[in-house]
């Protein structure tokens, strides 16, 4: 061919591929796609125009392509200043309707707060607690109202401070899942404890001396707080809201944006937190020092998180594809059992199973639910109250979740022990059925009631194993253990699934595969997740709940606590069930990854075909 047709031919796609190379966003199979087809061109111009412009011109085409695969990624830390500096001022003004009614639901309820301290004078003890009333108290009578900010030592107090105030703004926005609902009732409750607290300082005749001490550290705190509402409510604007988009595509988007607001107040906790925890005792300091402190935290919130995203949109200063990115389609194709996943794509999998099987799942947890409440409370001989008895544990977000290993006791006169092994058995045949469904035809094994029975009588024998680990749940080592024991439990029952083998052989094969950094990152993340799920019922969201259904309850003596009780017990069995079932699922997905590394029979089969089949990339040579 001669260099002009060669160049007349192609001269189209080599000007859209240098058009892509412009643009700020790229796909990376495209690029992927380009880097192939201009170095084929470039071998064609090597051989047939070695000293022409042409050979030229490509390679300098092909040098391009190259550094945006391979060095087009930004340094961390410039990645990091682009963060502080462009997108998350952006996201705040994006969401600045969601921060100003953020902040009038929490002046509101401040309000209703001070107002009904006013009505109530015994309001302060209802939200706050007689121990911590009658301790204030006695602090005013001894002439310093603040000394509760002296008992502790700063570091240990920083610590457990911070983790409480992470913790509440991690609620607070995680809560915006429930299209928003969750988060509001959070904000009016915060905001009435505070009206109260402060009005109590008032009714004392310390108010002052109160405001100059507690708003030291309150500031930051209350504004952090009020700024994870926004992020609550952007969270769930995408269920209410979706606009163009699917429901569940808007859902990730506004999920996306309420993390990264989240993101953005952690360093205000923790500075919260040491100020509370070093600066606040200090009472003693002049009052016009305070009062100026105080004034310099408010105008920082106030530059960073309204004026700036304000003068950034005023200047045009913001930079263009920083929130607008394109979401990643929907997954229509089939899963990949061949190849080797990271711990992100073997939960993206997990994810992908359930949302195909959205009806089935629920049906499926309910179900189960229903069927270990009739077993749980129809046998027994204890008033409904008294069946379970939700423990008090140290750490506060593990009371409930401690709770479960209630759900599998002995001396249950229905034998729930052995009925919730059948169950949690027949969840995990249901759910390796449900990875086989999403395999091609050709790898997927027949139904067989002879092979149903074989593997769900194996599994049986592994399964008071998950039940002893959902007992230790109630300590915190226990929760760690259960990081790495899950996984490779699950692990363990897919190979027995998967393989057709005993117990014991299954346990060889497992630990032939077994990869325990991955495992341990998966057990982590299922875990915060189940933990996340949980503290729903331990906040007085799940309270408020329980009242508002309570008139359905009969007024008889015991009603409310047989209400209350099977009412939680029933949501922890939920929530009991899911978790296991993220924990199968996963174990079955890390069994056809790990079987990868370990076997390799994908790649095997790649090269027995090296040599039977060609694919041709870039021209035919004349």
């Known amino acids: 061919m001669k260099e002009t047709k060669f160049i007349e031919q192609n001269r189209e796609k080599w000007a859209e591929f240098e058009k892509m190379l412009r643009e700020d966003r790229k796909d990376p199979e495209k690029l992927n796609d380009l880097f192939i087809q201009v170095t084929d061109d470039l071998s064609y111009a090597r051989t047939f125009y070695p000293n022409r412009s042409v050979r030229v011109f490509l390679n300098a085409l092909a040098q391009r392509v190259f550094h945006n695969i391979y060095k087009g990624r930004r340094f961390p830390v410039e990645r990091l200043r682009l963060f502080w500096t462009d997108e998350l001022p952006r996201i705040m003004w994006e969401s600045r ?17 001070v107002v009904s301290s006013i ?27 603040m000394a509760v900010y002296k008992d502790s030592g700063p570091l240990g107090m920083t610590a457990g401070i911070t983790a409480n105030n992470l913790f509440v703004a991690l609620r607070t926005a995680i809560f915006g ?70 429901r569940v595509q808007a859902f990730q988007l506004s999920m996306r944006r309420g993390l990264k607001i989240f993101i953005g107040i952690v360093p205000i906790i923790i500075l919260a937190g040491f100020f509370e925890s ?21 105008l920082f919130v106030l ?7 304000w003068h950034k949109h005023k200047t045009g200063g913001f930079k263009t594809g920083v929130i607008d990115k394109e979401l990643p389609p929907t997954r229509v194709n089939a899963l990949d059992f061949n190849s080797i996943k990271t711990v992100g794509e073997i939960l993206s999998d997990v994810f992908t199973v359930l949302a195909r099987h959205p009806r089935t799942t629920l049906l499926g947890l309910f179900a189960t639910t229903t069927a270990f409440a009739g077993w749980s409370f129809g046998p027994s001989d204890k008033p409904a109250a008294e069946t379970f008895v939700i423990l008090e544990v140290a750490f506060w977000p593990l009371d409930i979740l401690g709770t479960l290993g209630e759900f599998f006791r002995w001396d ?28 091609p035809s050709i790898q997927r094994k027949p139904i067989s009631v002879k092979r149903m029975l074989l593997s769900g009588s194996f599994l049986l024998l592994l399964m008071p194993g998950f039940a002893t680990m959902l007992e230790f749940l109630s300590e915190f080592y226990g929760v760690m253990v259960s990081w790495i024991v899950f996984p490779f ?58 009242e508002l259904f ?13 209400f209350s009780t099977i009412s939680t017990t029933c949501a922890a069995g939920v929530l009991m069930y899911f978790f296991f079932l993220l924990t199968i699922l996963s174990g079955g997905l890390q069994y056809f990854s790990y079987r990868e590394i370990g076997d390799a029979n994908s790649l095997r089969q790649q090269l027995e075909q090296v040599g039977q089949t060609r694919k041709i990339r870039g021209l035919a040579r004349e």
């Open 119 to 145: 009505i109530n004078p015994d309001f302060a003890r209802i939200i706050l607690g007689d121990g911590y009333v009658d301790m204030t108290l006695t602090n005013i009578e001894n002439g310093d109202p």
């Open 412 to 439: 249950h006169p229905g034998g729930l022990y052995f009925f919730q092994i059948i169950m949690l058995s027949g969840i995990t045949v249901a759910a390796f059925r449900a990875l086989e469904e999403e395999m």
């Open 278 to 298: 070093f600066l606040t005792r200090f009472t003693e300091t002049p009052d016009p020092i305070r009062a100026a402190f105080i004034l310099t935290s408010l």
């Open 489 to 546: 439990l699950a692990l363990w029952t897919a190979v027995i699934y998967f393989e057709n083998l005993n117990p014991i052989n299954a346990l060889i094969r497992a630990l032939q595969l077994m990869r325990w950094a991955p495992a341990m990152g998966i057990g982590l993340l299922v875990g915060a997740l189940n933990l996340l799920f949980f503290m729903f019922l331990e906040s007085p969201i799940w309270e408020m709940a329980i």
């Open 550 to 562: 309570s008139w359905f309850v009969p007024p008889a003596e015991g009603a409310m606590a047989s």
């Open 97 to 113: 309707q969601a921060l100003l009614l953020s902040f009038s639901l929490f002046v509101l309820s401040f309000g209703i707060g």
């Open 177 to 246: 899942v429930l299209a928003s609902i969750g988060t509001v009732f959070i904000m009016l409750y915060n905001g009435i404890m505070v009206g109260a607290f402060q009005y109590f300082f008032v009714e004392q005749g310390v108010f002052w001396e109160s405001f100059l001490t507690i708003w030291i550290h309150g500031t930051l705190e209350i504004s952090a707080i009020i700024i994870a509402g926004a992020a609550g409510m952007v969270a769930g604007s995408g269920l209410l809201f979706p606009g163009t988009y699917r």
């Open 303 to 309: 530059w960073y998180f309204v004026w700036l995203p």
